[in-house]
Nanobody
Framework: VQLVESGGGLVQPGGSLRLSCAAS????????MNWYRQTPGKERELVAS????????DYADSVKGRFTISRDNAKASVYLQMNSLKPEDTAVYYC????????????WGQGTQVTVSS
């Protein structure tokens, strides 16, 4: 099983980034996909979620209207389009796959750094 994030980097306030997470080794469409973020000394925070079929999405209040989560089950990938970025969006962003199949199954990616700074 692998989740590989990409697309992080340095961006100025007000700018945009698109994160990608490529999955392999499991039945991607059966899993809810999530983006989390974490800054030093703080707990990992849920940013956005998308259902297996892509029909339902949820967002943290702090990113509503600025971030969009999407998925392509044919490519086993999930994306996070981040617009109007703010310095407080600076964090390591993680991709997480979760499902309950007799038991809870959770997979995490290794994370990608997003830095919003002028």
């Amino acid at each position: 099983v692998q989740l590989v994030e990409s697309g992080g980097g340095l961006v100025q306030p007000g700018g945009s980034l698109r994160l990608s997470c490529a999955a392999s080794g499991f039945t991607f469409s059966s899993f809810v996909m999530n983006w989390y973020r974490q800054t030093p000394g703080k707990e990992r925070e849920l940013v956005a979620s998308i259902s297996g079929g892509g029909g339902r999405t949820d967002y943290a209040d702090s990113v509503k209207g600025r971030f969009t989560i999407s998925r392509d089950n044919a490519k086993a990938s999930v994306y996070l389009q981040m617009n109007s970025l703010k310095p407080e969006d600076t964090a390591v962003y993680y991709c997480k796959a979760s499902a309950t199949i007799f038991r809870e199954i959770v997979y995490w990616g290794q994370g990608t750094q997003v830095t919003v700074s002028s």
